[in-house]
């Protein structure tokens, strides 16, 4: 029996949903954590305020009078966001006061910039055609954004030839969010939005398997640099995004 383009689509659409869902839970550990401590201590918001902006773009991009047929991406990009509220709100209830001023600030300026675009595109803008096109454009320089920031991780493992700061499980799934992805931008109808920035996602991931593949007999014992300098700030080594990582 032949699938026809539309089941094949929606089913790729799950799958790309279930490994969006364990990048977005991912940092659950880290905050439990937190949680714990009943401090944030050297952590920091800065990937989970990305990320929710990214979500949110996404989330408006799904909407039918913006980009019909994008349900799936809808779907995986409001968990997300619910995700991050949550992050975020522990982050909140756990920060000193200055740290709290500062992450009410950075949540305030994101508002007032979505409710921007949202008011240009809804207002200025008239038919789904050019919606995308203002809508998908910004999705993706979040999304390229989102899938650059392993740069540095990567840099580190060449460095000091050690995967110690790249686990193989979490570089894996990057790689597989980012196929998922752009398998179902490429089936009909297509999706130039969501394929270029997880296409990237693609090429990230392969890179990061390979080094992997390179230096994966090192994991780091002896670290030269010292795990203070080579922690991770937001708490996990590589913060994902989904379009459906972030993570569409």
């Known amino acids: 029996m032949v699938l026809s383009a539309t089941t094949a689509r929606y089913a790729v659409g ?15 550990p880290t905050f439990y954590g937190i949680i714990k401590k009943k401090a944030v201590e050297e952590f920091k918001p800065d990937p989970y305020l990305a990320t929710l902006l990214n979500c949110a773009f996404w989330c408006f991009y799904g909407l039918p009078f913006v980009h019909p047929d994008s349900t799936l991406v809808l779907t995986i990009n409001s968990v997300g966001l619910v995700f991050e509220f949550v992050y975020l709100t522990i982050f909140y209830i756990y920060s000193t006061n200055k740290g709290r001023k500062k992450l009410v600030l ?29 809508v998908g454009v910004l999705c993706d320089v979040f999304n390229v954004m989102m899938y650059a920031a392993p740069l540095t991780i990567m840099a580190k493992v060449i460095k000091t030839k050690s995967v110690k700061y790249m686990p193989f499980w979490l570089s894996l ?14 089936i009909h109808p297509f999706d130039i939005y969501v394929l270029v920035s997880n296409g990237i ?19 780091g014992e002896d670290n030269v640099d010292g795990d203070l300098e080579l922690k991770p700030p937001g708490g996990h080594d590589i913060e994902l995004s989904s379009n459906g990582r972030n993570v569409a």
């Open 201 to 219: 996602g693609v090429v990230s991931g392969i890179v990061q398997l390979m080094l992997y593949a390179c230096y994966c007999s090192n994991k």
């Open 106 to 134: 950075y949540l305030l300026i994101e508002a007032i910039f979505f409710a921007a675009i949202v008011l240009i595109t809804m207002l200025a803008l008239h038919g789904t055609k050019k919606r995308s096109l203002i």
């Open 14 to 28: 799950i799958i790309g949903n279930v490994i969006s869902f364990g990048l977005f839970f991912s940092p659950a």
């Open 173 to 186: 799934a990057n790689f597989l969010n980012g196929l998922a992805w752009t398998t179902y931008a490429l």
